[in-house]
């Protein structure tokens, strides 16, 4: 498995953009399919993005398509999240994850999980 830390969460308009990092470290953190997942309050934990071990594949749920962009930097083992024309249901608390399976958006399938970062959209 690996470790995982999200960082760059925070408040911001609706419409505005933000950030988010995640820094993965322990056995090869690069061979893994990484993504991104949400929940909000209230609410089951949904698939956002996931991106494939090379970064040449992603896929993403519905409703961020088109507006959030997921990277990874296999050099640093950082993954991405770039999030544009944010609104207000965008806003929970975000949490990367990680695990070999590609393909899968059932947070059941991933393995490796980080605490989560706090994304607040105002409208």
């Known amino acids: 498995q690996v470790q995982l830390v999200e960082s760059g969460g925070g408040l911001v308009q609706a419409g505005g953009s933000l950030r988010l990092s995640c820094a993965a470290s322990?056995?090869?953190?690069?061979?893994?399919?990484m993504a991104w997942f949400r929940q909000a309050p209230g609410k089951e934990r949904e698939f956002v993005a996931a991106?494939?071990?090379?970064?040449?594949?992603?896929y993403y749920a519905d409703s961020v398509k088109g507006r959030f962009t997921m990277s990874r930097d296999n050099a640093e083992d950082t993954v991405d999240l770039q999030m544009n024309s944010l609104k207000s249901d965008d806003t929970a608390v975000y949490y990367c994850?990680?695990?070999?399976?590609?393909?899968?958006?059932?947070?059941?399938?991933?393995?490796?999980w980080g605490q989560g970062t706090q994304v607040t959209v105002s409208s």
């Open positions: 994850a990680a695990d070999r399976l590609y393909g899968s958006s059932w947070a059941n399938d991933f393995g490796s």
């Open positions: 322990g056995r090869s953190p690069s061979s893994y399919t």
């Open positions: 991106i494939s071990w090379s970064g040449g594949s992603t």
